[in-house]
Antibody, heavy 120, light 108 residues
Framework: QVTLKESGPVLVKPTETHTLTCTVSGVSLSNDKMGVSWIRQPPGKALEWLAHIFSNDTKSYSESLKSRLTISKNTSKSQVVLTMTDMDPVDTATYYC????????????WGQGTLVTVSS | SYVLTQPPSVSEAPGQTARIPCGGHNIGSKSVHWYQQKPGQAPVLVVYDDSDRPSGIPERFSGSNSGNTATLTISRVEAGDEADYYCQVWDSSSDHVVFGGGTKLTVL
């Protein structure tokens, strides 16, 4: 059974750099064409895709946020890490990681999400 | 960048059929996926590749996709179907994931 779990600080100060970790179990991050995305959802608002990394280390980023985002993976630890710089109160949201299945474009497994609040 | 457009809300009475559209330029040429999200929960995939259902999703959930509109259809709507629904595609021209703005389904 595939599971994903997000972890990281839940309270961040403005201008700080924030790091979130997604720990994946039940499948290897090295599986061919598998990928993991980070997606966020501000309270009461829609889902917003942030970044994605594939098993071959190909990465892609949201155009509006790419200057602030870095995604990476540690296959041996089964972790995908997202770093977001210069945090602002508008970045307050629930952050999800989700898996795209091999050779597909759909998110078949999601983490439970973690609420990150940006406040001084 | 590619844009998906959904109505903010759709209402339907129990037992009736609810249809949630998702508009995008030539969306019929893309694979569309649909997610259901209930309050306080992570999204759940309910339809993928336009019209396929993951195991465990009732047959009442179906999808279609043609031209500039994809549609999620929920037959015999139940109170438990009340949720937000999001469409999603992979835009291969930009290598980006795109979500629609979401539609809140209210069961009257």
């Amino acid at each position: 059974q595939v599971t994903l779990k997000e972890s990281g600080p839940v309270l961040v100060k403005p201008t700080e750099t924030h790091t979130l970790t997604c720990t994946v179990s039940g499948v290897s991050l090295s599986n061919d064409k598998m990928g993991v995305s980070w997606i966020r959802q501000p309270p009461g608002k829609a889902l917003e895709w942030l970044a994605h990394i594939f098993s071959n280390d190909t990465k892609s980023y949201s155009e509006s946020l790419k200057s602030r985002l870095t995604i990476s993976k540690n296959t041996s630890k089964s972790q995908v890490v997202l770093t977001m710089t210069d945090m602002d109160p508008v970045d307050t949201a629930t952050y999800y990681c989700a898996r795209i299945g091999t050779g597909t474009s759909r998110f078949d497994y999601w983490g439970q999400g973690t609420l990150v609040t940006v406040s001084s | 960048s590619y844009v998906l457009t959904q109505p903010p809300s759709v209402s339907e009475a129990p037992g009736q059929t609810a249809r949630i559209p998702c508009g995008g330029h030539n969306i019929g040429s893309k694979s569309v996926h649909w997610y259901q999200q209930k309050p306080g929960q992570a999204p759940v995939l309910v339809v993928y590749d336009d019209s396929d259902r993951p195991s465990g999703i009732p047959e009442r959930f179906s999808g279609s996709n043609s031209g500039n509109t994809a549609t999620l259809t929920i037959s015999r709507v139940e109170a438990g179907d009340e949720a937000d629904y999001y469409c999603q595609v992979w835009d291969s021209s930009s290598d980006h994931v795109v979500f629609g703005g979401g539609t809140k389904l209210t069961v009257l």
